[in-house]
Structures are given as C-alpha cells and as structure tokens.
C-alpha cells in the first residue's frame, strides 16, 4: 500500500515480520504479557488510531478472515474486533447466535473450532465457560482471542482499559486504582488487576460483601507484593483514587436472582459523588452499564468510558495485525 506525503511520518510497521511476539500465538490470558509487550502493542495501537484518523480503511491484513464466534451477548468486543479486521481490509465470518449454527444441534466446542478455522485465520471466542479459550487452543490450529470465558478472564478488554489508563493519565505506576461494583463475577477487574501487577499501583477493591475479589486471586497479587485494600464503602478511597473503574452486578452469574436483587443497586456514580473525587482522575467502565453510573456524569471530562471503547478498536487492530504476524 502507497501512503500519502503527509501521512508517511506515521510510524506503522507495514512489513511482513513473522518472527513478531505475537504472530501465530494464542492471546488467552493476561499472564502471558511482558511489560515489554504492552508497550510494543499500545505503539502500535497508536500507530492504528492515527491510520484510522487519517485514512480510515487500509490493506494490512487484506485476504485474511475473522471468525467472530460468541456463545454470549456482546456488543462492544464483537462489534470492535468485526471493525478492526474491516479497517485492516480483512474479512469477518460473524457468529453472534450460537443457536442459528450446529452447536444448536450439539456440536461440540473443539468441533466447532476445528470447523471455522477450516475457513479463516483467526477465531474471537466469547464463551460462558472458564477455561474454554484454553480448550479451544488446545484442539484449534490457528490463534484462538479469548474475549471473554465466563468469570475468568477478558485479556483483549484489560489491555484496552490499560492503554485508556496511559491516555487518560500520561503513565500507570504510582496510581491508586480502585475497582468497585461485581468484583467476584467480573472477568474484566479479574484481567486488569492481574495485568496491574506489571506495574507499581496500588488496588482498592469496594463491592458489597457477596461480590468481593475472589480471595485466590487477591493471594496471587499478594505474592507479586501488590498492596490491596478492601472496603464496603468508596467513601474512605475517594481522595486517593486516580482510577475509578466501576462494573455492572452481572446478572445472569447470579444462581438465587434474591441476591441480585439485594445488591444490584449497591452502588451508583452520581454528579455529587464525581465532586468528591479528584479534579485529575479517569472513571472507567468496561460497558454495558444498568445503573452504575448515571447518565448526569457522562459529560464529565473524567469520565472516560465512551473514549475507552473507542481506544478497544485500536488496540484489537494492534492485536490481530500482531498476530497474523503483520506489525
Ligand atoms: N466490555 C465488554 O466486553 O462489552 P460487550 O459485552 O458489549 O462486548
């Protein structure tokens, strides 16, 4: 592709590098990442955000194809990843309902993957199932992105929220990072508080009582030395918050719908809560919200949540030109 005069200071690795750290590889969890490795992506994702500003569309990853599968509802990930590999000049197979395919009919994962890889060269997996993008790896030939397995991890959505952090904030180490809402069902807060651990933050974790952090992967973090606090309340973290990442109370984890009922209103970010917080902070959420914050603060230059989705499409651009082995 021939890039226009003004465009061609635009540092976007173009070449063919298939030696790359992500090329041919699965991206299943946050563990697998290097400091080193975020920072590589996040210039790339960089790279992409200034394409897609400039040019829109382009042929980087032209004749390649995406299978979008999802087992679960989504808007952001699966729209995003449809719209990285379009902007890319890629092609989507898109499987939003699982039940218009053969797994209505009992088809299993592995076959299921073994099947649309036949056809592609990447496969988006979202699943209600923890563990199953490590399955879909195993039988799969070609990358398999988790995009979510049930309470387990949302790497690709971690990253996203870490490059948002950087954006918003100018660097991550020596932030106060207070993650508030569902933290027991919330595969997001599990990925990005296991990713922090690569940097030097501090972690609040408010939630009511039956949906706290799940007390294994506090230990984790513990072990790598992260200090962690937990509270009832946002109130006593207020002045010392940089990050306030809040999360929606996930419904459809609930067995007794009593228990959500009894703490789906816990907590909601409101115009008078935004006073009390700091002039210089980002508020986060992964989306979709119901309730968590309202509408009155979406105008508030701190809240970053609808710049985050967008910076999603920028950084699965970086993700999947990286692992077709073209940045
Ligand atoms: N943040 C997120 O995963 O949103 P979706 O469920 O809409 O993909």
């Known amino acids: 592709m021939s890039l226009p005069l003004h465009l061609r200071n635009i540092h976007l690795p173009l070449g063919d590098q298939r030696t790359g750290r992500l090329y041919g590889k699965d991206v299943l969890s946050v563990a697998q990442f290097t400091r080193d490795d975020l920072e590589y992506i996040f210039?790339?994702?960089?790279?992409?955000?200034?394409?897609?500003?400039?040019?829109?569309?382009?042929?980087?990853?032209?004749?390649?194809?995406?299978?979008?599968?999802?087992?679960?509802?989504?808007t952001r990930t699966?729209?995003?990843?449809?719209?990285?590999?379009?902007?890319?000049?890629?092609?989507?197979?898109?499987?939003?309902?699982?039940?218009?395919?053969?797994?209505?009919?009992?088809?299993?994962?592995?076959?299921?993957?073994?099947?649309?890889?036949?056809?592609?060269?990447?496969?988006?997996?979202?699943?209600p199932e923890t563990g199953?993008?490590?399955?879909?790896?195993?039988?799969?030939?070609?990358?398999?992105?988790?995009?979510?397995?049930?309470?387990?991890?949302?790497?690709?959505?971690?990253?996203l929220d870490l490059f948002t952090i950087r954006e918003e904030l100018g660097t991550i180490d020596g932030l106060t990072v207070t993650m508030l809402g569902d933290l027991k069902y919330g595969r997001t807060v599990h990925s990005l508080a296991k990713l922090l651990t690569l940097f030097e933050v501090r972690l609040n974790y408010v939630s009511p009582g039956i949906l706290r952090m799940p007390a294994a992967l506090v230990a984790q973090l513990e072990a790598k030395g992260r200090r962690q606090a937990q509270y009832d309340?946002?109130?006593?973290?207020?002045?010392e918050t940089d990050v306030l990442y809040v999360t929606r109370v996930q419904k459809e984890r609930f067995e007794d719908l009593n228990e959500y009922e009894a703490v789906k209103g816990a907590f909601v970010i409101t115009p008078e809560i935004?006073?009390?917080?700091?002039?210089?902070?980002?508020?986060?959420?992964?989306l979709p919200r119901v309730g968590e914050i309202a509408p009155e603060v979406d105008n508030d230059p701190r809240a970053a949540y609808f710049r985050q989705m967008e910076y999603g499409l920028y950084v699965r651009m970086a993700l999947l030109a990286m692992v077709l082995g073209k940045a």
């Open 43 to 74: 210039g790339v994702a960089e790279a992409m955000r200034n394409m897609v500003a400039h040019i829109g569309t382009f042929d980087l990853l032209k004749g390649k194809i995406l299978v979008n599968l999802f087992y679960e509802p989504s």
């Open 78 to 127: 699966s729209s995003s990843f449809a719209a990285a590999m379009e902007r890319l000049g890629g092609s989507v197979i898109q499987i939003n309902d699982v039940k218009y395919s053969s797994v209505a009919k009992g088809e299993s994962l592995p076959d299921t993957i073994r099947t649309l890889e036949s056809y592609a060269d990447v496969t988006v997996l979202r699943h």
């Open 132 to 159: 199953s993008a490590a399955i879909a790896a195993q039988y799969g030939r070609k990358p398999i992105i988790n995009a979510g397995d049930g309470t387990g991890e949302h790497p690709t959505q971690a990253l």
């Open 233 to 239: 309340s946002l109130e006593p973290v207020m002045a």
């Open 274 to 286: 935004m006073q009390q917080l700091r002039p210089k902070m980002a508020l986060m959420h992964p």
